[in-house]
């Protein structure tokens, strides 16, 4: 197995072509210290010595499979503010294809982090999670419909933020169907009749247990008695499930793979489930079955999870993870 997924980092990446569809965001962290209190307030200041900006949310998928080597294209609505001009020069840096996204009076999705140390003492949100329709809607699903078309898979990252529409999804998801091309989602909330039929969902133990009538524990019976259920309700291939300390799950069929964590401490989940099924996906988009996809996409989140923030993995970083596992 091992010399086949090093032979695909190697070799086969490169002639994978993935789109992501899906909820975008600019993370920005100040970092600083703090050793006096206002005079103006009773509140720290905090002196600012470095700035860090990176791309979230489905943009975050994005970089992971275009840092890999992976040809991606990125199609999402962002505002017309000097965030959104940020976030494009980001992605455009990244070798990302984002041509294709929609810019409206809206604010682009920024999470703005004051760090001092390594405590964080404040996040500013700018938001607007109203969701796409009218022409925007139309516009956006034209899009991708184009976009399809010359790629092998899509990835649906829904965070909630108002592109993953039960419309938007359900015709995307229609769509690769009828063109055979391989689809899988993020999910986001407690319904999730809006990706029935996807190829394969990639929750988390807490996304899962979200729609579930009784909440599980993280056990391995318990995940797949419920995978099992969740597949058969929506009519999906299969089910990955992302499980923390206890690595992941995949169930396909009457298959079931339980795939421990591969990472020796764990500093920040945050990104892990983008890098999990960006990984997955572009695995199964160049032609490696479920079970070793599920595998490497595991190894990869080891990386990501050592890291501090959100991160992207590289194609060495892979490769030597893959190695040592």
């Known amino acids: 197995m091992h010399n086949e997924l090093k032979n695909f980092i190697l070799n086969g990446i490169s002639a994978c072509k993935v789109l992501v569809v899906g909820d975008v965001m600019l993370d920005k962290y100040y970092f600083g210290e703090v050793t006096r209190i206002s005079p103006e307030a009773p509140v720290p200041i905090n002196h600012v010595t470095k700035v860090k900006e990176t791309l979230g949310g489905a943009a975050n998928v994005a970089h992971n499979l275009s840092l890999l080597g992976c040809k991606t294209s990125l199609i999402s609505q962002i505002g017309r503010e000097n965030h959104g001009d940020v976030f494009l020069k980001k992605l455009n840096k990244c070798g990302v294809d984002g041509s294709k996204i929609l810019r409206a009076d809206k604010p682009t999705t920024t999470k703005i982090r004051v760090i001092s140390g390594h405590q964080q003492m404040l996040r500013l949100d700018f938001e607007d999670t109203k969701e796409i329709d009218g022409d925007d809607a139309e516009i956006f699903l034209r899009n991708v419909f184009e976009e399809i078309e010359n790629v092998d898979a899509v990835i649906i990252s829904d965070y909630g933020k108002g592109i993953c529409t039960e419309d938007v999804c359900s015709k995307i998801i ?63 291939d299969g089910l990955v499930v992302t499980r923390s300390a206890e690595g992941l799950t995949l169930v396909q069929g009457e298959n079931v793979s339980h795939i421990r964590a591969h990472a020796q401490e764990v500093f920040d989940v945050s990104g892990a489930g983008d890098t999990v099924i960006a990984v997955f996906t572009l695995a199964l988009a ?29 194609n060495d970083e892979l490769l030597a993870a893959l190695e040592k596992s």
Do not use: M
């Open 286 to 314: 160049g032609g490696i079955d479920s079970a070793k996809a599920a595998y490497l996409a595991n190894v990869a989140a080891g990386v990501v999870v050592a890291k501090v923030g959100t991160y992207a993995v590289s």
């Open 174 to 236: 229609r769509q690769c169907r009828r063109t055979k091309k391989i689809v899988t989602v993020d999910p986001k909330g407690d319904d999730w009749s809006k990706y029935h039929d996807a190829n394969f969902i990639t929750p988390n133990l807490k996304e899962l247990n979200a729609i579930l009538p009784k909440k599980i524990s993280n056990a391995d019976d318990e995940v797949e008695k419920s995978a099992r259920h969740v597949i058969d309700e929506f009519n999906l």
